[in-house]
């Protein structure tokens, strides 16, 4: 494929965001502004997560992408302070609801409350209405409660006994999730997993990195001085921008048949909403290079990280990893 046939419109090469119609909103912003506020974001996380530039890169991605991450790794790697980090850098609300067994799902959504004075029955927003929500250890909680995500991250609304009321934009959900002491936890279901657009793992710090993280927290924890360097109207500006980022027939064809590859060589394979997330990732991911249409080379840099955790492999000895690398070697860029 060609740089030529990369810009190629073919139709409509933008991915619309569920839901939204007409005209953006939001006024997009210029593509090197879009890609200059990305960078800001990554370099003020910096500021308090060492090391880790990929994976704030790949929040702020998913972020801009309409997608929700999901942060596994053993505790103590710096998922919450990271999901912290990047929500104080954007100058939104932020909610933070730590996952319990004994969490209900009106704990995460609200609740109608009788009011006495008024006699009726008023409603009490959740921690969900927020522009970031940190789900921290979410799988500590019962399906039960972790479903009252569900219709919240893929319709971005909430409905309580029959009223359905709309979230605020922007709206991410970043969650974090133990994979250690499984005897103590419960799996996310499919549908749930698959509403994340991407999911991460952070890993130990080298000897180095992890001096410097000492040497930063010594006294006062950095992210007590951290302050936002945009606002969630700018964001939804640079969102747009993403949105416009052309996306040819022949990438289009190319995600579909990387889709296809893990149907047929799964148990699970990849859903088509797992394939819109990596349209749209890797919208952005042409937008970080400031460029103004998507590439095969954008589409292999988000595959491992938005399609692997959607995979159930046919055998014990695989991993979602594995295929997504085999889709890569074997599905031909035409």
Same mark, same amino acid.
């Given at each position: 494929?060609?740089?030529?046939?990369?810009?190629?419109?073919?139709?409509?090469?933008?991915?619309?965001?569920?839901?939204?119609?007409?005209?953006?909103?939001?006024?997009?912003?210029?593509?090197?502004?879009?890609?200059?506020?990305?960078?800001?974001?990554?370099?003020?996380?910096?500021?308090?997560?060492?090391?880790?530039?990929?994976?704030?890169?790949?929040?702020?991605?998913?972020?801009?992408?309409?997608?929700?991450?999901?942060?596994?790794?053993?505790?103590?790697?710096?998922?919450?302070?990271?999901?912290?980090?990047?929500?104080?850098?954007?100058?939104?609300?932020?909610?933070?609801?730590?996952?319990?067994?004994?969490?209900?799902?009106?704990?995460?959504?609200?609740?109608?409350?009788?009011?006495?004075?008024?006699?009726?029955?008023?409603?009490?927003?959740?921690?969900?209405?927020?522009?970031?929500?940190?789900?921290?250890?979410?799988?500590?909680?019962?399906?039960?409660?972790?479903?009252?995500?569900?219709?919240?991250?893929?319709?971005?609304?909430?409905?309580?006994?029959?009223?359905?009321?709309?979230?605020?934009? /922007?709206?991410?959900?970043?969650?974090?999730?133990? &994979?250690? !002491? =499984?005897? @103590?936890?419960?799996?996310?279901?499919?549908? #749930? +997993?698959?509403?994340?657009?991407?999911?991460?793992?952070l890993g130990y710090p080298d000897s180095e990195q992890e001096t410097e993280i000492i040497g930063r927290t010594a006294g006062h924890? /950095?992210?007590?001085?951290?302050?936002?360097?945009? &606002?969630? !109207? =700018?964001? @939804?500006?640079?969102?747009?921008?993403?949105? #416009? +980022?052309?996306?040819?027939?022949?990438?289009?064809?190319y995600i579909s048949r990387l889709a296809e590859y893990t149907r047929n060589h799964a148990q699970l394979g990849v859903s088509p909403?797992?394939?819109?997330?990596?349209?749209?990732?890797?919208?952005?991911?042409?937008?970080?290079?400031?460029?103004?249409?998507?590439?095969?080379?954008?589409?292999?840099?988000?595959?491992?990280?938005?399609?692997?955790?959607?995979?159930?492999?046919?055998?014990?000895?695989?991993?979602?990893?594995?295929?997504?690398?085999?889709?890569?070697?074997?599905?031909?860029?035409?």
């Amino acid at each position: 494929m060609t740089a030529e046939d990369a810009r190629s419109d073919g139709g409509d090469t933008t991915v619309e965001a569920a839901g939204e119609t007409g005209g953006p909103a939001f006024e997009p912003l210029p593509i090197d502004r879009a890609a200059a506020l990305i960078d800001d974001v990554v370099d003020n996380v910096e500021r308090v997560i060492v090391g880790k530039r990929d994976a704030i890169e790949h929040i702020v991605v998913a972020t801009l992408a309409r997608g929700h991450v999901l942060l596994e790794d053993v505790p103590g790697t710096g998922k919450t302070m990271l999901a912290r980090a990047v929500a104080t850098s954007v100058d939104a609300s932020f909610r933070r609801v730590q996952f319990t067994p004994d969490l209900l799902p009106s704990d995460v959504t609200g609740v109608n409350v009788f009011n006495q004075k008024t006699g009726e029955f008023e409603f009490q927003p959740g921690p969900v209405f927020a522009n970031v929500v940190l789900a921290d250890e979410i799988n500590r909680a019962p399906p039960k409660t972790q479903s009252a995500l569900l219709e919240a991250m893929e319709e971005r609304q909430v409905t309580v006994d029959g009223d359905t009321r709309a979230l605020p934009e /922007p709206f991410a959900v970043i969650a974090t999730q133990n &994979d250690v !002491e =499984t005897g @103590r936890t419960y799996e996310l279901p499919m549908a #749930e +997993i698959d509403r994340f657009a991407k999911k991460l793992r952070l890993g130990y710090p080298d000897s180095e990195q992890e001096t410097e993280i000492i040497g930063r927290t010594a006294g006062h924890h /950095p992210i007590e001085e951290l302050t936002p360097v945009t &606002d969630g !109207e =700018t964001l @939804r500006r640079a969102r747009e921008t993403a949105g #416009e +980022i052309r996306l040819g027939e022949p990438v289009r064809n190319y995600i579909s048949r990387l889709a296809e590859y893990t149907r047929n060589h799964a148990q699970l394979g990849v859903s088509p909403r797992g394939s819109i997330a990596l349209a749209r990732t890797s919208q952005v991911r042409a937008l970080l290079d400031g460029r103004e249409y998507v590439t095969p080379d954008d589409v292999q840099a988000e595959a491992p990280t938005v399609l692997a955790h959607r995979i159930r492999p046919r055998t014990g000895s695989e991993s979602g990893d594995d295929v997504v690398s085999a889709a890569l070697s074997n599905v031909a860029v035409e």
